[in-house]
């Protein structure tokens, strides 16, 4: 078949073109010796592709005559979004080129708000991360961390600057946690981030008072957590960090609604409680 022929490497050409859905799904149909596809990575791409996000960035498409040696996630994207998106299509590289393909290391959300010019990149990006994961796990069972699987580094960035108060929560967060190490500094920035829409002034003194302890009575919802916390650091408690996220709701739920709590706890199978 001429159109499978190995090309030699001087009949090597690049050009931009727009690939529709409908010439992704034929670009995939040789797509047989490729890595394992990634679903989440799929959705991930295709969110953006619906949402406007996706650019041509200079990254390729790489054929081999007919057959797809690099690309697959970005064409599956495509084909589940239903939107054309422009791309760089480079073909005529060689097969035995395909163990150096995808060598380099992977640019994090963190690194692509850091190039930005954000101050504290890293715990902003996860902080984002937590808010898509409760956002998204609101009455289920337990927080599911496959929730983010939209949080693309475009996606991350573009909430940053949609939601510049994201910073100040940072700040919160790196605030409690000089004060007290037993908490995890992006699941604060996250916290702090959702209960200030709910109440701003609320969450700043629901912060403050985790990360001093100061004056707090027994039965304040802020001493339990933090208590629970510093437990935790102990290895008095297991769970994962999920629920520590959880809990943090728990915690803030009660603080806001004047309940006292003295006993903080999430099992397997209990609801991601809706934050009051």
């Given at each position: 078949?001429?159109e499978?022929?190995?090309p030699?490497?001087?009949?090597m050409?690049?050009?931009?073109?727009?690939?529709?859905?409908?010439?992704?799904?034929?670009?995939?149909?040789?797509?047989?010796?490729?890595?394992?596809?990634?679903?989440?990575?799929?959705?991930?791409?295709?969110?953006?592709?619906?949402?406007?996000?996706?650019a041509?960035?200079?990254?390729?498409?790489?054929?081999?005559?007919?057959?797809?040696?690099?690309g697959?996630?970005?064409l599956?994207?495509?084909?589940?979004?239903?939107?054309?998106?422009?791309?760089?299509?480079?073909?005529?590289?060689a097969?035995?080129?395909?163990?150096?393909?995808?060598?380099?290391?992977?640019?994090?959300?963190?690194?692509?708000?850091?190039i930005?010019?954000?101050?504290?990149?890293?715990?902003?990006?996860?902080?984002?991360?937590?808010?898509?994961?409760v956002?998204?796990?609101?009455?289920?069972?337990?927080?599911?961390?496959?929730?983010?699987?939209?949080?693309?580094?475009?996606?991350?960035?573009?909430?940053?600057?949609?939601?510049?108060?994201m910073?100040?929560?940072?700040?919160?967060?790196?605030?409690?946690?000089?004060?007290?190490?037993?908490?995890?500094?992006?699941?604060?920035?996250?916290?702090?981030?959702?209960?200030?829409?709910?109440?701003?002034?609320?969450?700043?003194?629901?912060?403050?008072?985790?990360?001093?302890?100061?004056?707090?009575?027994i039965?304040?919802?802020?001493?339990?957590?933090?208590?629970?916390?510093?437990?935790?650091?102990?290895?008095?408690?297991?769970?994962?960090?999920?629920?520590?996220?959880?809990?943090?709701?728990?915690?803030?739920?009660?603080?806001?609604?004047?309940?006292?709590?003295?006993?903080?706890?999430?099992?397997?199978?209990?609801?991601?409680?809706?934050?009051?």
């Amino acid at each position: 078949n001429s159109e499978n022929k190995e090309p030699k490497h001087k009949t090597m050409k690049a050009e931009i073109r727009t690939i529709s859905p409908d010439a992704a799904k034929e670009m995939l149909r040789n797509n047989t010796n490729n890595r394992p596809v990634n679903k989440a990575t799929v959705r991930r791409y295709a969110s953006d592709m619906q949402s406007g996000r996706w650019a041509l960035n200079g990254e390729t498409i790489i054929m081999n005559g007919g057959k797809l040696l690099d690309g697959q996630h970005r064409l599956m994207a495509c084909v589940a979004s239903g939107v054309s998106f422009q791309t760089i299509i480079v073909e005529g590289v060689a097969s035995e080129a395909f163990a150096t393909i995808d060598q380099g290391d992977k640019r994090t959300a963190g690194n692509v708000l850091a190039i930005a010019g954000i101050v504290n990149a890293t715990n902003a990006a996860a902080a984002i991360r937590w808010v898509r994961v409760v956002q998204n796990s609101d009455g289920k069972k337990s927080l599911n961390l496959g929730a983010s699987g939209a949080t693309t580094s475009a996606y991350t960035l573009q909430f940053y600057r949609d939601h510049p108060e994201m910073n100040d929560s940072c700040r919160m967060a790196q605030n409690v946690y000089t004060n007290c190490k037993a908490f995890v500094p992006s699941i604060l920035a996250a916290m702090h981030f959702l209960f200030a829409q709910k109440d701003k002034a609320l969450a700043d003194e629901f912060m403050n008072g985790l990360g001093s302890g100061d004056g707090l009575a027994i039965g304040d919802p802020r001493l339990t957590l933090r208590n629970r916390m510093i437990e935790r650091g102990m290895k008095l408690h297991k769970e994962r960090t999920e629920w520590v996220a959880v809990l943090h709701i728990y915690a803030w739920n009660a603080f806001r609604e004047g309940r006292k709590l003295s006993k903080l706890s999430f099992r397997e199978g209990d609801l991601v409680p809706k934050i009051v």
